[in-house]
């Protein structure tokens, strides 16, 4: 990357980090998952993996169900984990679905209830070949302190909102895509034209590989490159991809009382430059993730829908390079088995991520959504 690119991105990282995160200062869980030998290579391959993962990820999470100290909101937090005990008895028997016999995690019949599913996962990882204990060694960590973010978001809900849990049923997780199907997405552009890199950089690669992403722009960030680009530059610049709002300013829209101004004026210069194959603004995403039920409604009332994600690549975090952001979203890929994707166009680390994202599950039956579908 340019020198400038660089001080540029550092500079925005430190305006752009999450509030909480920033002020608690936080770390992010990072895994460059190197040590899984088997390439992803078929459908098959690619649940044997995600077996792997779901199973080390419920080990931590039935090991924190024991401890009975919790931090914030513990309704929220045990309302968060009745969720996802259901997700991953759910993405479990969908990784079962291609066993074959003696194949790992496959043992006796598919677990229904969370009880069963954590004792075949104790089993199965007790019964781990010696060849796989370096990914164990890895994986177990990076579960460990993956735990501790989302149980973090969970207790601060929903004084804090964030994509952790609901606000409204109308709101879009990723959850909802059928199984191994992801939308990728990117917050926060476009960056200056010059130097070359961002915004350009990352929507030139995502249209090579034929894949159709959402963009969530900034309205500041907008307004800036607005000035340097024309209206043509500007749709060529998205062509293919979906464009939304992440509104007018980067900061919390659970507060901010002028955010549904912002929201608004910010929308109507937006839908004059909408590139081809787009006829309306439809998406929006808060930063943060951070929504109240007035922002909800004036996005209802707009014919919009709110889109969050599931599957954080922490790439706006400095000790995140590309090859651990890549590591962290292939492992939340496993784990979820279909999602959103969270990355950022004005950080440099999607562009090295995604290759390998990209390489590594080609074959294994994952499809990239259209955003134009959402
Ligand atoms: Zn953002």
């Not at 409204?168 to 070359?196: A, H, I, Q, V």
Request: glycine residues 6%; aromatic residues 8%.
């Amino acid at each position: 990357m340019h020198r400038s690119f660089r001080i540029l991105t550092a500079l925005l990282c430190t305006s752009l980090l999450a509030p909480s995160a920033h002020a608690a200062g936080l770390k992010v869980s990072l895994t460059e998952r190197s040590q899984w030998r088997s390439p992803l290579t078929s459908p098959q391959s690619f649940d044997v993996a995600s077996r792997a993962e779901i199973a080390v990820f419920t080990e931590v999470l039935a090991d924190s169900d024991a401890s009975t100290e919790v931090e914030g909101n513990a309704a929220s937090v045990a309302k968060w984990k009745e969720r996802m005990h259901k997700v991953l008895v759910e993405n479990f028997a969908k990784a079962r679905e291609t066993c074959a016999t003696g194949a790992l995690f496959c043992e006796g019949s598919v677990p229904k209830d969370w009880e069963t599913l954590v004792a075949t996962s104790r089993m199965g990882l007790a019964k781990l070949p010696a060849d796989l204990a370096p990914w164990y060694a890895e994986q177990k960590p990076f579960y460990q302190g993956y735990l501790y973010e989302l149980v973090r978001l969970a207790g601060l809900f929903p004084k804090t909102t964030s994509e952790i849990l609901p606000l409204s049923p109308s709101e879009r997780f990723g959850l909802e895509l059928p199984d191994r199907s992801f939308l990728l997405t990117f917050d926060d552009g476009p960056t200056s034209p010059t130097p070359k890199g961002g915004t350009d950089a990352v929507t030139a690669m995502v249209r090579a590989e034929g894949i159709h992403a959402a963009f969530f722009l900034l309205g500041n960030n907008y307004e800036t490159r607005r000035k340097a680009t024309s209206v043509e530059q500007l749709r060529a610049l998205y062509a293919g991809m979906c464009v939304g709002s992440h509104g007018q300013e980067h900061r919390s829209h659970a507060t901010w009382a002028g955010a549904v101004a912002g929201m608004e004026s910010f929308h109507a210069k937006l839908a004059e430059t909408l590139p081809e194959g787009q006829s309306k603004l439809t998406l929006f995403r808060p930063p943060y993730g951070q929504r109240n039920p007035e922002i909800l409604q004036a996005l209802e009332r707009a014919g919009m829908k709110n889109i969050l994600w599931n599957i954080d690549s922490q790439d706006w975090h400095a000790s995140t390079t590309g090859p651990k952001a890549a590591g962290r979203v292939l492992s939340l890929m496993l784990l979820w088995r279909h999602g959103t994707i969270l990355f950022h166009d004005i950080h440099p680390k999607a562009l090295e991520a995604l290759p390998r994202i990209w390489r590594d599950t080609r074959g294994s039956g994952v499809s990239w959504v259209d955003c134009h579908d959402e």
